[in-house]
């Protein structure tokens, strides 16, 4: 299928630099109710518990807010900026923490094609719903220690997964 009548999203130059600084093949921006709560207080998606960190190896990050001068210039692209700046300043790898939560805005999510990133938006929002009932349940809550995050985490991706039916072998 060729172009058509409609124009990219107006969210592109963002997704461009989520694409260049992250190696993934696809970019979802919602604004989902729970996970836009989160990123319009500025409070970042904690890892709570072995649900989040079978899909996120870690917080999901807010950003800090745009500037005036950013908002004002190339707003989109200094979205995707922001967003990169996060991640890096924060050592947090976007292939394990495929998601963030943009500063008075919403969350974006990515991975490694399309559906993927649909996935893990999906995923995000079902965290963050958890995540504002356990601040309003027990908001002196605890995270799990890193050795609990980590095999939660690490049992279902990389290398050394064991999580799952897998693929057969043969």
Known sequence: MEG???????DTPTHLELYRAFS???VVH???????????????????GTTHADHFRGDVPVT??????EVDGDYEGNTGFVIVETFRKEG????????????N?????????????V?????????AEMEIEVRLLAPEARRPDDYLVDKHYLRKHGKDAYYGQGRPRG
């Open 4 to 10: 058509g009548d409609l124009r990219p999203s107006s």
């Open 105 to 117: 805005h919403g969350p974006f999510t990515w991975g490694h094609d399309a559906s993927d990133a």
């Open 92 to 103: 947090i790898s976007p292939a394990e923490v495929a998601a963030v939560l943009v500063a």
């Open 30 to 48: 919602t604004h989902s109710m729970h996970a836009t709560t989160l990123a319009q207080a500025g409070l970042p998606l904690r890892c709570m």
């Open 24 to 26: 993934c093949g696809g």
């Open 119 to 127: 996935e893990n938006a999906r995923i995000l929002e079902y965290l």
């Open 64 to 69: 800090r807010p745009l500037t005036r001068d």
